[in-house]
């Protein structure tokens, strides 16, 4: 089939006709803006192809980002459940020491005199014994610890050394039933014994007149008597006081001011002259010595003025 229009423009002439249109719109767009309206409407007209045309992209993000396996949810899941019980357990150390921390705090701020030696110990062992309050300390005698020395806690008297071991010792708590402290009452200095009642919370007083000035609430601190423990150290608080005529002693107990039950870390005192359990077997030699060498004296005496009078 033979076309209609056998002749027409070259290639080159299309071409030539082509950009010199094309360079007379821009001519006009960029001088007269006489396209503005019509680039508008174009515009607005392609704005859904280019939604359309976008469409796959963000439909593969949004599966990308939402639709996971169910193996990865449960790997995270475990990740996160091992990062809890790491949080968990490092909230627990942290807040151990700082209990620690607030009880050091309280225990080197408890009422010491300044030239007074102290050091702390921590508990290594309780006694099992329920009829024998005692515990046993990470101190001895390669710390100077010694028999019958004085042991606090933060609040007041806790015991004394009982027996020194190289590296730990043993402590009698004041609660023990063979345990006994002088004390006094700080309001007027009545003096009183508390023994130690076989309860944690409880000491009996025992021999207390009933003209006493003892009464409920009164605290009662070491006299100083008997040189184991310095005075003026808390000891306890008076909870009971009861005179009955019919007997012929008043019953007094009270219950000691630091915390027997909760123990952790504890304060040794070192006066500046220790008391020794013993009296000093030199101090006894002399002491029984000393009347021997006086009479031995007189008997000379006597002999000399003897001969005297014979000459």
Known sequence: MNPIFK????????????????????????????????????????????????????????????????????????????????????????????????????????????????MVAEILSVDSDPYSHQIVINRGANDGVYEGQPVLDEQGIVGQILHVGTTTSRVILITDLTHAVPVRVSRNGTRIIANGSGQIDRLSHAHVPHSADVQTGDLLVTSGLGGKYPEGYPVSNVIMVRKDESRPFAQVYSKPVAQIDKLRYLLLLWPEQPASIFAPKQLNKQSSNQPSTQSTGSTNNRAQEAANASQ
């Open 7 to 118: 002749h027409g423009p070259s290639l080159q002439h299309r071409l030539a006709l082509v950009m010199i249109v094309s360079a007379l719109l821009i001519f006009f767009d960029h001088k007269m803006q006489s396209f503005d309206s019509a680039r508008g409407y174009l515009q607005s007209v392609v704005s859904p192809l280019q939604y359309m045309a976008n469409t796959p992209k963000e439909l593969m993000t949004w599966t990308a980002e939402n639709l996971v396996t169910r193996q990865q949810l449960i790997e995270e899941n475990e990740a996160l459940k091992v990062n809890e019980l790491n949080f968990q357990q490092q909230l627990m150390e942290l807040a151990i020491v700082k209990q620690e921390n607030e009880r050091l705090r309280s225990l080197l701020a408890s009422p010491l005199r300044t030239e007074t030696k102290k």
